[in-house]
């Protein structure tokens, strides 16, 4: 089935769209039990992979009927760059949580009372 490239304005890839790809091939292409993983609905998730992969272009997945059989060889390209996203996102997050913890402790020092010893 050929695709058309979309207009790079109508769609965007998101973080969600790359857990739930790596969710199902960490579940074993169990799109049921990948949903369960990521506290999402079975159709919600293969909403947004058909989504990503419509804005990509091409199928992630080789598909038997309403099964997933394998990863495409391009989706196995695509999974290698979601894990590496996903991980540096989590660095982002670790990052944004350390500078919290530095401004709230500067913040509690710079509003501590001043102790004087007479």
């Not at 949580?97 to 500067?106: E, G, K, N």
Request: positive net charge; proline residues 4%; hydrophobic residues 45%.
């Amino acid at each position: 089935m050929p695709f058309a490239a979309p207009a790079p304005w109508t769609t965007k890839m998101t973080l969600t769209q790359l857990r739930y790809l790596v969710a199902i091939a960490d579940s074993g292409l169990n799109i049921t039990h990948a949903a369960g993983r990521v506290y999402a609905t079975q159709p919600g998730l293969s909403k947004q992979i058909k989504r990503l992969e419509d804005e990509l272009g091409f199928l992630i997945f080789k598909r038997r009927g309403r099964s997933l059989e394998a990863l495409t060889a391009a989706g196995a390209q695509v999974l290698d760059h979601a894990r590496r996203v996903l991980t540096e996102a989590g660095h982002i997050r670790t990052l944004a949580l350390d500078h919290r913890r530095v401004r709230m402790a500067t913040h509690h020092a710079d509003s501590a009372p001043a102790v004087c010893n007479q």
